[in-house]
């Protein structure tokens, strides 16, 4: 069974089946392969031309930063260097474990360059980071019973 609509027909609000005069849509039960030729779906806004309308934009609460903004910021902050003192307490071993543990990606013969040079200078430069992240890191190395400090990068304010 067939049926021939003409004209628009409306399959959702804002948008309709544009349809000329005279053609067929063919509207069938069960099983349906559409060999005729395809339609359009268009906007029915008024003056909107068939343009489709923005997609929303997740607005943040003021006072509150969007992840944007966050990564934005963190790339923008100046770096920081986590410093390792000499201290005649801890064993050059436990050093390095602590280094190992605390410090993200440090290797093992990372951390022992950096032991051997707080040992043999007095202080080593452990990683360079992000202000929040040195001080994390240097409260870690701390609280393992390490001397350490933070600076800025540049080596002044």
Do not use: W
Not at 55 to 72: A, I, M
Not at 105 to 130: F, K, P, R, W, Y
């Amino acid at each position: 069974m067939a049926t021939a609509i003409s004209g628009r027909i409306a399959l959702s609000p804002g948008h309709v089946l544009n349809s000329r005069s005279g053609d067929k849509i063919s509207l069938h039960k069960g099983y349906y392969v559409n060999c005729g030729v395809p339609r359009t779906i268009s906007a029915a806004g008024a003056g909107k031309g068939g343009v489709l309308e923005r997609p929303t934009v997740e607005r943040t609460t003021p006072g509150r930063e969007s992840e944007f903004d966050l990564r934005k910021s963190r790339k923008l902050a100046p770096p920081y260097r986590v410093i390792l003192h000499n201290d005649n307490f801890n064993k050059r071993e436990y050093v390095v474990q602590v280094l190992i543990k605390v410090i993200p990606g440090m290797t093992l013969d990372t951390a022992v360059n950096v032991m051997q040079e707080a040992h043999l200078n007095g202080l080593s430069v452990v990683i360079i980071c992000s202000q929040a992240d040195a001080e994390q890191h240097c409260m870690q190395l701390r609280g393992n019973g390490l001397l350490s400090s933070i600076e800025p990068e540049g080596g002044g304010c």
